[in-house]
């Protein structure tokens, strides 16, 4: 029996630009035209399971065989080819056998996107991609093509920015919903930052 990534591979043809990894570890790299459909193909062939929706951020890619901005004289870790453009989404598919709670496959689809504009949401197909959605809206601002209207999940609206990009501020500081006239939140006691079993305290 073919495995989903031969058969996502067979049917997508040019559209799989690239393939690495092997059995639960598999990737297929996708033109972002071809994702909602691969996805559902995916779903289709039994990846009933969406475990997650991410994105890296490529803005500080260093060339290979040469050294970092702070230390220019020190080699990376890992010489990676220039990526070719800068964000990268993937997504994070599992195929589940329910009764036996056994993993039968494992499969990441991942693609390259012009500026942060994100494919189609795969909400149709799995309803928890909403959440993981909003999740890379709010921390590297890529907004899925149907969801013009998509909300933040982990920062509050007033937020400006989005933390997880490589070109956030790191000492860039906000307010703070609650606090009025800029004035520092009241220390927690040693009492209140005790943890307690099944969430009460007495």
């Known amino acids: 029996m073919s495995s989903v990534r031969e058969t996502l591979r067979a049917e997508l043809g040019a559209a799989v630009l690239s393939a690495r990894g092997e059995g639960l570890d598999s990737v297929l790299v996708l033109d972002a035209g071809a994702v909602p459909g691969a996805l559902a193909r995916a779903q289709a062939l039994g990846c009933n399971v969406l475990v997650d929706i991410t994105c890296v ?12 901005p702070s230390h220019p004289d020190r080699m990376p870790r890992w010489e990676l080819p220039k990526p070719p453009s800068r964000f990268k989404l993937v997504y994070r598919l599992m195929a589940l056998d329910a009764g036996q709670g056994a993993v039968r496959e494992r499969l ?19 309803p928890n991609a909403d959440w993981l959605e909003r999740e890379v809206w709010d921390m590297f601002g890529v907004r899925f093509s149907d969801r013009p209207d998509i909300k933040r999940i982990l920062m509050y609206e007033e937020f400006v920015g989005h933390p997880l990009r490589k070109d956030y501020p790191i000492g860039k500081r906000q307010p703070l919903l609650g606090v009025d006239d800029g004035a520092a939140p009241a220390a927690l006691s040693d009492e209140e930052l005790r943890p307690s079993p099944g969430g009460k305290r007495p």
Do not use: I
């Open 108 to 126: 990441a689809l991942e693609c390259w996107l012009e500026g942060d504009a994100g494919p189609a949401s795969a909400r149709s197909l799995w």
């Open 57 to 68: 951020d490529h803005l500080r890619w260093v060339p290979a065989g040469r050294g970092t």
